[in-house]
């Protein structure tokens, strides 16, 4: 088992390069208040599609969690990995910087029988052109909970997971 690559499963969600600044008025909101995601975990893919969020891009915007972990959505992972999203994470958006940030992520990531929980704060997204794609900036999630095989802390690499508001 390889638990060093766990650090994905904070995300969730959650690309490549930061994104090119686009005038506010060019993107417009989404209209369906959906995200879709994925994000690679332990050399395998998690992927969910028609989260619901409470607004639209570019207003502040909370995740529901529960349209997102099963049985309400579909998060599925390759590889005999499972995730579940602990809270219902809030995303702000600076159209300006091409940029959105969310408050925490809370995520337990299970393989076999062991389970790591871990809290990440603060990450940063860059948006991918005049799109509602985004993908993560690297960041560190600190372990809150779980078997003493998991990692105190993971990093993640930027472009590791990616959110598409539509």
């Known amino acids: 088992m390889k638990m060093a690559t766990w650090p994905a499963l904070t995300v ?3 690309g490549l390069l930061a994104g090119t600044a686009v005038p506010a008025a060019a993107l417009g909101p989404s ?13 395998n893919t998690c992927t969910w ?24 959505g579909n998060l599925s992972c390759a590889g005999g990995i499972t995730a579940t999203l602990n809270n219902d994470p809030q ?6 910087a091409g940029t959105a940030r969310t408050d925490v992520i809370d995520i337990t990531g299970k393989q076999s029988f062991i389970s790591c929980r871990y809290k990440a704060a603060g990450i940063t997204w860059n948006r991918e052109g005049d799109t509602r794609k985004y993908v993560n900036q690297a960041f560190t999630a600190t372990k809150v909970s779980g078997s ?8 993640t690499a930027a472009g590791g997971a990616s959110m598409l508001f539509r």
Do not use: K, M
């Open 31 to 43: 209209a369906e208040q959906r995200l879709d995601g994925s994000i690679a975990v332990a050399g």
């Open 12 to 14: 969730l969600a959650t």
């Open 91 to 96: 995303f702000t958006f600076d159209d300006a």
């Open 49 to 72: 599609t028609n989260a619901r969020t409470s607004a639209n891009p570019p207003s502040t915007l909370t995740v529901d969690r529960t349209s997102i972990n099963a049985p309400g």
């Open 148 to 155: 003493f095989l998991c990692p105190g802390s993971v990093t």
